[in-house]
């Protein structure tokens, strides 16, 4: 069975993207959903049910963002 070495170059360069866009992405969203409720004049609850539907998205595209990224920059070597 071969061992698989973790490319820490990779690893770093993954975990600063991740940071630098999630952080981007999840304002985006949160932001669209704040707008979105206000605009719309929403109650202050469905407001935050809106913000953590908002939260949820964009954690979801950081997450799909990061699978790309480690498609493209590989963390194990084989």
């Keep these: 069975m071969e061992r698989r070495r973790i490319n820490k170059g990779n690893l770093i360069t993954i975990i600063s993207l991740v940071i630098l866009v999630g952080t981007e992405i999840v304002g985006a969203t949160?932001?669209?959903a704040y707008v979105a409720?206000?605009?719309l004049?929403?109650?202050q609850d469905l407001l935050y049910a809106?913000?953590?539907t908002g939260f949820l998205v964009g954690?979801?595209?950081t997450?799909?963002?990061a699978r790309?990224?480690?498609r493209v920059e590989p963390i194990m070597e084989e």
């Design 59 to 61: 954690g979801w595209f």
């Design 37 to 39: 409720g206000s605009f």
């Design 68 to 70: 790309a990224a480690n």
């Design 41 to 43: 004049e929403f109650e």
């Design 50 to 52: 809106l913000l953590g």
């Design 30 to 32: 949160i932001a669209m």
């Design 63 to 65: 997450w799909k963002f």
